[in-house]
Every structure is written in C-alpha cells, then in structure tokens.
C-alpha cells in the first residue's frame, strides 16, 4: 500500500490560483508564531477573534483583508479592541447600487449605529461588552440618503444607491 501526503489547503489553492500566493505558507506560520510568543497571562480577560479573508481583486491578483478584535503585529505584540467584523462591498453598475453585508453575530438592531457618507460608511454596535466597530471606504460615490438596511440572524445588509455621476460640459439654453 502506498502512503501520499495530504495536500494542504494552501498546496490546492495554489493550483487554482497560480503563483500569485507563493510565500502565503510562510505569511501564515510568521502570523502564527507571532501569537504563540504571547503570555496569556498578560492579555485583559477578552474573547479573542482574529480571521482572515482571502478573495480575488478585480485585477486577477489576491486580497487578503483581516478581521477581528487582534492584530498581530512582529515580535509578538499584541492590540486587543472592537472586534472588526467581516464585511464584504458589492457594486452592482447595472442596478446602479452598493451592498454591503457585516457579520456582527451577538448584536441587535437596537445597539447598532451605522452612518454614511458619500465615500463611507461607519458601523458600530455595542452588546452586552462585544463591541463592533467597522470603517468601511468606498470605491464609488453613494447617496446616503437612499440606505436601506436589515438585520438577520447576525447579518447586517445595507443596500444604497449610487450617487448619479455629476454631468461635466453639458450646456443649457439661457433665456
């Protein structure tokens, strides 16, 4: 009976993606090390949340955006505060709108606080001591006023109509 190694889920990634994620193993053990140096014992009495997201950018080349409530930083530092909850932008050119969908597990629609602005929106929630908190730039300007937002089962979905573009060089008849 021949015996083969498991493939890692890194090793099956990179055969669907390419060479773009060469040195990911080593992102990940250095992340990894950074968090075993830390003495538990010093940390303030928290849960800890730390993910990441790993998606293809428009340009074909991978985007890792982190979340969480700890940011691992070199030499085992450590900074602990509002769990960042994972968020993800859609821009829909044809529907003319942008959705953004928060996982904010533990939060109720009483305790969130979402503002926007024509390039940003803010999301803060407090709970029970789980505080939320996500500052989210956008890529396309938006008309805040148009927000529409609903809250299930740990899932926050806004949905906003993009802003219509400024027309530049039209002219008008004066009378």
Same mark, same amino acid.
């Given at each position: ?19 773009d ?16 140096? *830390? ?24 985007? *890792? ?33 942008v ?24 999301i ?17 300007? *938006? ?33």
């Open positions: 009976m021949t015996w083969r190694r498991r493939r890692s889920l890194f090793d099956r990634m990179f055969d669907d993606f390419g060479h994620f060469d040195g990911m193993d080593e992102w990940a053990e250095k992340m990894f090390e950074n968090l075993r140096d *830390i003495d538990p014992s010093e940390l303030p009495e928290n849960t800890y949340y730390y993910g990441f997201q790993l998606t293809q950018g428009p340009d074909g080349k991978p985007v *890792i955006r982190e979340f969480g409530n700890v940011k691992p930083f070199e030499r085992g530092q450590l900074t602990v505060g509002a769990r960042e909850p994972l968020v993800d932008v859609s821009v829909d050119e044809k529907e003319g709108t959705k953004i969908v928060a996982e904010m597990p533990g939060a109720n629609k009483e305790s969130m606080n979402v503002n926007a602005t024509e390039d940003h929106v803010s803060t929630s407090n709970q029970d001591g789980k505080p939320y908190k996500a500052e989210v730039p956008l890529s396309v300007k *938006i008309d805040p006023e148009t927000a529409e937002a609903s809250y299930n089962n740990g899932i926050l979905e806004l949905v906003i109509r993009q802003k219509a573009p400024e027309k530049k060089g039209t002219s008008v008849k004066v009378k």
